[in-house]
C-alpha cells in the first residue's frame, strides 16, 4: 500500500475548461461528490480539496532566528496548484485507474506522485 | 565433441551462456527479492563467481538456475551482514509471502503466462516510463547489454545512459510500478509499447555476431507473447516479421561480412522459418486487421517467395510499402519505400525520395548508405562516394563499417565501367563473382 497525490493546476488563475454555467457548475459538483464518495467507500480517500487562489498565500521563511513572512505564493510561476487528493493506493496501477477518474470528473489534467514513507506516511 | 557439457569452458563460452541466462536470472531474483537493483547486483556478483567456477569446472547443465540460486545466496548473506541488509531482509520475508509477493498476485501463477521476463517486460515497458527508457530498461535487464552497448544502440553517452537507467529504476520503485503481466482490461493497450521494444532488441541482435543470442530472445518473448496474446494480430505479425528475417540469418553474412538481399545464396535461406512466418502471414490477412508489424511481415513474406532477387514482385512490395506508409508515415518507411521503388522505377525516382527525407535521417548510416548506391547507379562517383563516407562515419558496427569501405574501394574500379549506361552497373552483381 502507498499513498499518491493526485494534484491539478490553474494557469494564470484559470483552469481550462472550468464550469461557466450553473448547469455546468452543478454537473461538475455531482461528478466529483460521486467520486469522493466512491473514494471513502473503498478506502482510498486520505485527503483533498480545491485551494482559494495563490493571491490568498503566505510564505513563511526562517531568516536569523525569526521567521519572516511574504505576502503571496512560494514560486511567481504561471502555473499554480489548484487543488488535489490525497489516495491510498497497492500501486502505481491503481493509483493510475483513480488518477483516470478524476480526470473524468474534473476534466482537466492531474499529476500523480508517489510519497515518500517518512513519518507517519507507509509508502 | 560428444560431451554435452565441457570439462573446462573458455572465457568468451563463460560469458555467452552467462549473458543468455541473464535476463531470466534477473527476472526471477526481482521477484525474489522485490529490488531491482538488487536483482541486478547479485546477478553481477553470481558472474564473478562463474566466470571462476564455470571456466574450471564447465558450464552447468541449467546455468540461469545456478545464476539464481548462487546469486541469491549472496545476496541473502550481504543481506544479513549489514544493518541495512537486516531491515530490507525483513521487508523481504513480508514480500516472500504468496499474499503480498510481486508477481504472485492477481494473474500471478494462475495467469495464463508465469515467465518472470514477461512479468519484467511489461513493468520495463509501462506507459508511465517514457519510451526511450522502456527500451533502455528491457536491454539493460532482459537483454542483458551492458550499459555501455544500451547507450550506443541509443547513440548517447555511457554516463548519460547510466543516469537514465538509474532515474528511471528509481520511478519504478518510488511510483511502485507493479511487477506482473496487466490485467486483460489494459493487456492491449500496454501490448504496443512491448511489441516495439521486442523489435528493437531484434534489430539490436543484427548489429554483430556477440549480440546474436538477443534475436532468438526476441523471438522467444515474441512467441510467449503471441500464446498469451492469441487474438492479438500486431502480436502474430511482430513474430512473423522477426521469422522471416532470421530465416536468412546464415546468408546475410559471409566471413563476417555483410551480405545484401540481393546477393544472398537463397539456397541458405531457412525454410521451416519461412513457412512458419508465411503461415502466420496468411493467417493475419484472413483475420483482415492488418497494422504496421503484419505489413512488414508481408513485404518479407514476399522477399521470401522469390527465387532470386530480380523474379521479386517489386510491383507488390512497393504496394504493401504504400499500405504502410498510410499507417506508419515515418522517415524510415519512406526510407524503405524509396529502396524498392529504385526496383520498379529505377534509381531517379529512388534518389528524389531520399534527398526529400535526408534532412530527417541526416543520422542515419542507412539513408546515406541508400543514397551512394543510387548515386553510383546514377554514375555520379564523387557524390556517391561523399554518401557511402558519411555513411561509415555514422555506422556503429564494425561489419556496416567494412562493408561501406568497401563500397568505396568499388566506386574507384567504376572509372573503367562508365562505358556502361548509368543504372545498369550492378555492384551487388559483381560481388557476387
Redesign the interface.
Known amino acids: 500500500m502507498g499513498q499518491y497525490l493526485l494534484s491539478t493546476y490553474a494557469v494564470e488563475g484559470e483552469v481550462p475548461g472550468a464550469s461557466q454555467t450553473p448547469e455546468e457548475m452543478k454537473a461538475f459538483m455531482e461528478r466529483v461528490i460521486a467520486l469522493e464518495d466512491e473514494m471513502e467507500a473503498t478506502g482510498t480517500f486520505v485527503f483533498g480539496g480545491a485551494l482559494h487562489d495563490p493571491d490568498a498565500s503566505t510564505v513563511l521563511r526562517a531568516s536569523e532566528g525569526d521567521v519572516v513572512m511574504t505576502d503571496g505564493p512560494f514560486v511567481e510561476a504561471k502555473e499554480h496548484i489548484a487543488g488535489f487528493y490525497i489516495i491510498n493506493a497497492d500501486d502505481l496501477d491503481a493509483a493510475l485507474a483513480w488518477g483516470r477518474k478524476v480526470v473524468d470528473a474534473i476534466q482537466h489534467p492531474i499529476e500523480v506522485r508517489p510519497f515518500r514513507a517518512t513519518g507517519r506516511v507507509q509508502a | 565433441m560428444t560431451r554435452t557439457v565441457a570439462a573446462r569452458a573458455d572465457a568468451t563460452a563463460v560469458e555467452r551462456v552467462f549473458r543468455e541466462a541473464y535476463g531470466q536470472a534477473v527476472a526471477t531474483l526481482i521477484r525474489v527479492f522485490g529490488d531491482i537493483t538488487l536483482a541486478e547486483d547479485a546477478v553481477q556478483d553470481a558472474f564473478v563467481i562463474a566466470s571462476d567456477r564455470w571456466r574450471r569446472d564447465g558450464i552447468p547443465p541449467n546455468p540461469a538456475g545456478w545464476i539464481v540460486t548462487t546469486a541469491r545466496n549472496r545476496a541473502i548473506d550481504d543481506l544479513r551482514r549489514s544493518a541495512r541488509g537486516r531491515e530490507l531482509h525483513e521487508q523481504l520475508g513480508a514480500i516472500a509471502t504468496p499474499s503480498h509477493g510481486p508477481g504472485t498476485e492477481e494473474q500471478g501463477e494462475e495467469g495464463p503466462v508465469t515467465d518472470d521476463r514477461l512479468r519484467l517486460i511489461f513493468t520495463c515497458c509501462?506507459p508511465?516510463l517514457r519510451p526511450e527508457n522502456r527500451v533502455a530498461l528491457t536491454l539493460r535487464l532482459l537483454g542483458g547489454l551492458s550499459v555501455d552497448e544500451v547507450a550506443r544502440s541509443f547513440l548517447v553517452s555511457e554516463s548519460a545512459m547510466a543516469k537514465r537507467l538509474v532515474r528511471a529504476k528509481y520511478k519504478i520503485k518510488?511510483?511502485?510500478?507493479?511487477y506482473r503481466v496487466?490485467d486483460e482490461a489494459?493487456l492491449a493497450s500496454r501490448l504496443g509499447s512491448v511489441l516495439s521494444v521486442l523489435y528493437l532488441i531484434y534489430n539490436t541482435g543484427l548489429d554483430g555476431r556477440e549480440r546474436a543470442s538477443l534475436r532468438s530472445e526476441a523471438i522467444r518473448l515474441a512467441r510467449a507473447l503471441v500464446e498469451l496474446m492469441p487474438d492479438e494480430p500486431e502480436a502474430a505479425g511482430l513474430l512473423a516479421l522477426m521469422l522471416l528475417s532470421e530465416s536468412r540469418a546464415a546468408a546475410r553474412t559471409a566471413e563476417g561480412d555483410l551480405v545484401l538481399l540481393r546477393a544472398q545464396d537463397r539456397t541458405r535461406w531457412d525454410r521451416s522459418m519461412i513457412e512458419e512466418g508465411q503461415a502466420i502471414v496468411r493467417a493475419c490477412v484472413r483475420r483482415g486487421r492488418p497494422s504496421s508489424y503484419q505489413l512488414q511481415a508481408a513485404i518479407q513474406a514476399v522477399h521470401s517467395d522469390a527465387d532470386s532477387f530480380e523474379a521479386t514482385d517489386w510491383p507488390q512490395i512497393v504496394a504493401l510499402y504504400d499500405h504502410l506508409y498510410s499507417v506508419m508515415p515515418t522517415p524510415v518507411v519512406a526510407l524503405n519505400r524509396a529502396i524498392a521503388v529504385a526496383e520498379v522505377e529505377g534509381p531517379s525516382a529512388a534518389l528524389m525520395t531520399l534527398n526529400a527525407i535526408a534532412p530527417d535521417l541526416d543520422s542515419y548510416h542507412l539513408l546515406h548508405a541508400a543514397r551512394g548506391t543510387m548515386l553510383r547507379r546514377l554514375g555520379q562517383r564523387d557524390a556517391a562516394q561523399a554518401a557511402f563516407e558519411r555513411a561509415a562515419h555514422l555506422a556503429a558496427m564494425d561489419a556496416d563499417r567494412r562493408f561501406l569501405a568497401q563500397q568505396i574501394e568499388e566506386l574507384a574500379d567504376d572509372g573503367a565501367l562508365m562505358e556502361h549506361p548509368p543504372g545498369q552497373i550492378d555492384w551487388t552483381a559483381k560481388r557476387n563473382k
Open positions: 509501462h508511465a518510488a511510483a511502485k510500478i507493479p496487466p489494459d
